[in-house]
């Protein structure tokens, strides 16, 4: 345990080491294999993925599957949701003398997280969130840091961010969309609300929302002022996009190569290697279907660099064909680039028919989601980590 605590801006400065890129939370995606990747190519310190506190305070066989790092993983941040103080904090002080901070989920907005009443659903009740901050900022070794989604008003989005200050947090993000705001209907951020809340508030402000490329960091730190930048969903598509050194993006199957050669030596879960390699190859994989269903159905390390090695040798000749002089870069009238389909890049969700159909289809989807996600998560429990071993 650390003999004395820092706070606030002591604690950004000293021990987060005044960052400017932090790699957000990401279910099953922040794990060891992908931070390393991240601090790679620039991410200055990284965010576990959520972990269920209950789960993961009475379950060894959890933990040790969830929950893996090593002595350059850091600065790092462990990241719990919950609804129960008592059982945070006993998840928390099992990773105290392992993190730098401990966060708490106040921002997602799945349908699991509505039925296990936890993350942005707990936003109304401010009483039991301030109990959970202040627990861990009295009993815990290392400070508490929180992560947020905005109300509908700035007035209220400032007084539940001047709330958990109060309580004891050291370090605020705000992801800039409400909790309506998911999927489909994600939109963008509101870069304006997170400006304010961090001229309300006087500890450190991380900036979440609305980053596609490198360039879209310096510009959410000047518009908002705020400390930092957190990207997610932009990161699993392009992990070079912490780095101003990378000047064009590269090429999907080298960095689905790069990261697979991480994974041999750290224990990965399989459901994160697949989910990796699939946003990694988003933009190449539809015009090579053959190996976009075999990658589907690859289990092995093996199986992976096999298909990898074949993309490879496709691409590379239509490259050599091709070339890709029409597409470097250029943008659209709202901003996004044009790049070749082998080089990585943000991914944009189809817009929803206008003909009405998609609502029976959402509110189909609406009753099974529950029963779907507790199967993935105990799906959690039981997934079998993917090492070099198996593969040999």
Not at 12 to 40: C, G, H, Y
Not at 136 to 164: D, G, N
Not at 178 to 202: C, F, M, P, S, Y
Request: net charge negative; with cysteine; glycine share 4%.
């Amino acid at each position: 345990m650390t003999q004395t605590k820092l706070e606030g801006y002591e604690f950004f400065n000293k021990t987060l080491k005044s960052p400017k890129m932090i790699l957000a939370p990401m279910v099953d995606q922040s794990e060891l294999a992908w931070r390393i990747l991240s601090r790679r190519y620039g991410a200055d310190v990284c965010v576990t993925p959520m972990f269920h506190a209950k789960l993961f305070s009475e379950g060894k066989k959890y933990r040790d599957e969830q929950f893996t790092t090593n002595k350059e993983d850091r600065p790092l941040i462990v990241q719990f949701c919950a609804n129960d103080p008592d059982i945070l904090l006993k998840a928390a002080k099992l990773v105290e003398n392992d993190c730098d901070a401990v966060d708490i989920n106040l921002g997602c907005p799945q349908h699991i997280a509505k039925r296990g009443h936890y993350g942005s659903f707990l936003q109304d009740e401010w009483e039991l969130i301030a109990k959970m901050v202040t627990i861990l900022h009295k009993e815990l070794a290392v400070p508490v840091t929180v992560k947020i989604r905005c109300f509908t008003s700035v007035e209220k989005t400032i007084e539940y961010a001047k709330m958990i200050e109060a309580a004891g947090a050291q370090m605020l993000t705000v992801h800039g969309r409400l909790r309506e705001q998911k999927g489909h209907n994600t939109g963008l951020a509101d870069w304006d609300k997170i400006k304010a809340v961090k001229e309300a508030v006087k500890i450190p402000v991380v900036a979440n929302g609305n980053i596609l490329y490198h360039e879209d960091i310096q510009k959410c730190l000047d518009y908002t002022g705020c400390d930092a930048v957190m990207t997610a969903e932009a990161s699993l598509y392009n992990p070079t996009i912490f780095s101003s050194e990378v000047k064009f993006p590269p090429y999907t199957f080298d960095m689905a190569k790069e990261y697979l050669d991480i994974c041999k030596v750290e224990k990965t879960n399989g459901s994160s290697i697949k989910g990796h390699l699939f946003k990694i190859l988003q933009p190449t994989l539809p015009h090579h279907k053959e190996l976009r269903a075999r990658l589907g159905k690859a289990r092995t390390l093996d199986e992976y660099y096999e298909i990898i090695a074949e993309l490879t040798a496709l691409v590379t000749k239509v490259i050599e064909e091709k070339g890709e002089e029409e597409e470097q870069g250029q943008a659209d009238e709202n901003g996004i680039r044009k790049y070749a389909y082998w080089r990585c890049q943000p991914y944009f969700r189809p817009e929803l028919p206008k003909n009405g159909n998609h609502e029976q289809k959402e509110n189909n989807n609406k009753r099974s989601a529950d029963t779907t996600e507790e199967k993935e998560e105990n799906k959690k429990l039981k997934e079998t980590p993917v090492t070099t071993e198996q593969n040999q």
